[in-house]
Nanobody, 116 residues
Framework: QVQLVESGGGLVQAGGSLKVSCAASGSGFSITRMEWYRQAPGKERELVATLFTSGITDYAEAVKGRFTISKDNAKKTLTLQMNSLKLEDTAVYYC??????????WGQGTQVTVSS
């Protein structure tokens, strides 16, 4: 079983930066990849960034060049560094872990609000 807890959300001005983190805990689990999603009010949850165990990363077009996904294995923490934030980046950000068997684990989300 995997527990994921996000942190680091908050209020930031447009053009600013923010880093959100996802701490993983539990035992006896393996993960194939980890991802960041976001959900804006009235919109579907969307995939933002993916980090495969190979180290390969992938990003949604809307955030390419501005967001960076990374992981600290020693701390079991996934991070999303967000730069040049835009108003449309306002959303609740969720991390997700996927097991080799296809099980999905989600965090509770952290709010990111970008103001003008």
């Amino acid at each position: 079983q995997v527990q994921l807890v996000e942190s680091g959300g908050g209020l930031v001005q447009a053009g600013g930066s923010l880093k959100v983190s996802c701490a993983a805990s539990g035992s006896g689990f393996s993960i194939t990849r980890m991802e960041w999603y976001r959900q804006a009010p009235g919109k579907e949850r969307e995939l933002v960034a993916t980090l495969f165990t190979s180290g390969i990363t992938d990003y949604a077009e809307a955030v390419k060049g501005r967001f960076t996904i990374s992981k600290d294995n020693a701390k079991k923490t996934l991070t999303l560094q967000m730069n040049s934030l835009k108003l449309e980046d306002t959303a609740v950000y969720y991390c997700k872990a996927l097991s080799p068997g296809g099980e999905e684990y989600w965090g509770q989300g952290t709010q990111v609000t970008v103001s003008s």
